[in-house]
C-alpha cells in the first residue's frame, strides 16, 4: 500500500508559479511511476504529467509541455511538479497518483491516489 499527500496548491495570479509536491509513504516509492492529474469544476480528470520509476523518462499533456516539469526524488519519497507561466485553464485540483504499470497518461492505470490539493489561477 502506498499513501500519497500533495501539497504547494494555491492561488496564483495568470503568468506566475507553482510548485506541487506529492509525499509518499508505505511501500518502495522508487519502483512505481508516478502521475500528475487534474480536474476542473465539471469537467472530467485529465492527465497532466508521468514519470518513470527511475525519473529517467517523462511524459507531458499537450496543454502542459513547455511550463510544466515533473521530477522526483527517491531519496525523499516526493515527487513535484513545477509549474510556470500558469493561465486561468490551469485552476483545477490537481492529484499525484502512482502505478507499478510502468509511464502512462492512462487514469486508469493508476492504482494509488491522493486526496489533491486545489491550484487556482486568477486572470
Known amino acids: 500500500q502506498v499513501q500519497l499527500v500533495e501539497s504547494g496548491g494555491g492561488l496564483v495570479q495568470a503568468g506566475g508559479s507553482l510548485r506541487l509536491s506529492c509525499a509518499a509513504s508505505?511501500?518502495?516509492?522508487?519502483?512505481?511511476?508516478m502521475g500528475w492529474f487534474r480536474q476542473a469544476p465539471g469537467k472530467e480528470r485529465e492527465f497532466v504529467a508521468a514519470i518513470s520509476w527511475s525519473g529517467g523518462s517523462t511524459d507531458y499533456a499537450d496543454s502542459v509541455k513547455g511550463r510544466f516539469t515533473i521530477s522526483k526524488d527517491n531519496a525523499k519519497n516526493t515527487m513535484y511538479l513545477q509549474m510556470n507561466d500558469l493561465k486561468f485553464e490551469d485552476t483545477a485540483v490537481y492529484y499525484c497518483?502512482?502505478?507499478?504499470?510502468?509511464?502512462?497518461?492512462?487514469?486508469?492505470?493508476?492504482?494509488?491516489w491522493g486526496q489533491g490539493t486545489q491550484v487556482t489561477v486568477s486572470s
Open positions: 508505505g511501500r518502495t516509492f522508487n519502483s512505481y511511476a
Open positions: 497518483a502512482g502505478t507499478d504499470l510502468g509511464l502512462g497518461p492512462k487514469l486508469y492505470e493508476y492504482k494509488y
